[in-house]
């Protein structure tokens, strides 16, 4: 059996750490239970990250970015905006569906008051990105549009997915989520 490197180590820590994020939130977080699961001590899990800002900053950020990834290649799929939107509520529909987690940002979110400003600029970053992806979708299905009324109706797709996912996680009723989505889309706040 070959020994883990400090990638690897790593790795297992952020694991680790975005499963306690995604499934109790932020303030859940601790050093030597994260260190526990992993099977090394406290101390090597600072070694990689020497404060728990620095640890759910650099979480925040890989997920933002494997999100932007993840809608840029919804985006280079199809031009059809309701396809595009269709996957994007599956993502979220998805955290519900592995033991009723919540969006990472979303649920650190909730915490805002609690977190390092290194966490907040990184959350805020994933609000913006989504946002963006949101507006250029929206673009597609009405070119003709303001840009600020359709950057306005993509912080409402935005806020009503993330809040549908935090109502069915509460409920603990992912058909909470189905039917929340299906009536977004037959009031018109999704194309």
Known sequence: MMAKTKTDMREAVMTAAKATVQAHGYNALSFRELAKEVGIKSASVHYHFPTKGDLCAALARRYTDEGSATLTELLATSPDATWCLDRYAEIFRSALANDNRMCLCGIMSAELDD??????????????????????VLSRATPAADGQDLKDQAMAIFAAIEGAQLVARGCQ???????????????????
């Open 115 to 136: 977190l390092p400003n290194e966490v907040r600029t990184e959350v805020e970053k994933f609000a913006e990105m989504n946002v963006g992806w949101l507006t250029k």
């Open 173 to 191: 009723d992912i058909s909470i989520y189905d039917r929340t989505i299906r009536a977004y889309r037959k009031t018109g706040l999704i194309p």
